[in-house]
């Protein structure tokens, strides 16, 4: 795993984030850099926050377990602030 790909998710999550984590371009681009890194945990993660901002809570469940995390029980923004802060460590 490369630390410029997860600067790039941080840096695309940071741009969701900025507009309120609605679906569109944004969303886009984060799902493609996860899909990239599919079978990597953090990328894994990642992917199921874009599916739980998605509505999609089975899918997500999916990926969670695919990370090896939960399903978050705060706000997309909470996790978001969680995931940023795990994934900026090791930038």
């Not at 679906?23 to 599916?51: K, N, R, S, T, Y």
């Not at 997500?60 to 377990?65: F, G, I, L, Q």
């Amino acid at each position: 795993m490369a630390n410029d790909d997860l600067a790039r998710l941080v840096q695309a999550f940071g741009s969701l984030a900025a507009n309120g984590f609605v679906m569109g371009a944004e969303w886009q681009a984060v799902h493609e850099i996860c899909q990239a890194h599919e079978g990597e945990p953090l990328f894994d993660w990642g992917h199921a926050l874009c599916h739980r901002i998605e509505g999609d809570d089975r899918n997500a469940d999916y990926w969670y377990r695919r990370a090896g995390k939960r399903h978050a029980a705060g706000t997309v923004a909470e996790e978001w602030s969680a995931m940023k802060a795990e994934l900026s460590a090791l930038i």
